[in-house]
């Protein structure tokens, strides 16, 4: 079965840390770009971090950068999302997407070049 999954999402108190993890089932995920993308109640999904395939690039949305570190591990057929630093406005939906197409830092934050989608995982940051 051709999926992604993701886990490592839970409550933590603010200025507290988590890691994400984005697991590839019945593909290589080597040979996907890899976006992290979250949705807050009430709000639309945005881009939080984006991976090339090889693992050469990377961006960051402008609220993040700086706390958190995309990074993978394509012998593991996984990538992660270190978040540190954490407040209550990370709190939202967290779900990774695989990408065939080479995203650059104009186009790696628009969900349309995404062709596959985790089910997300829940982040709380709260006291």
């Known amino acids: 079965q051709v999926q992604l999954v993701e886990s490592g999402g839970g409550l933590v108190q603010p200025g507290g840390s988590l890691r994400l993890s984005c697991a590839a089932s019945g593909f290589r995920l080597g040979d996907y770009a890899i976006g992290w993308f979250r949705q807050a109640p009430g709000k639309e999904r945005e881009g939080v971090s984006y991976?090339?395939?090889?693992?050469?690039?990377?961006y960051y949305a402008v609220s993040v950068k700086g706390r958190f570190t995309i990074s993978r591990d394509n012998a593991k057929n996984t990538v992660y999302l270190q978040m540190n630093s954490l407040n209550a406005e990370d709190t939202a939906v967290y779900y990774c997407?695989?990408?065939?197409?080479?995203?650059?830092?104009?186009?790696?934050?628009?969900?349309?070049?995404?062709?596959?989608w985790g089910q997300g995982t829940q982040v709380t940051v709260s006291s």
């Open positions: 991976i090339s395939r090889s693992g050469e690039n990377t």
């Open positions: 997407a695989a990408s065939g197409v080479l995203l650059y830092g104009t186009s790696w934050y628009l969900s349309e070049y995404y062709n596959r």
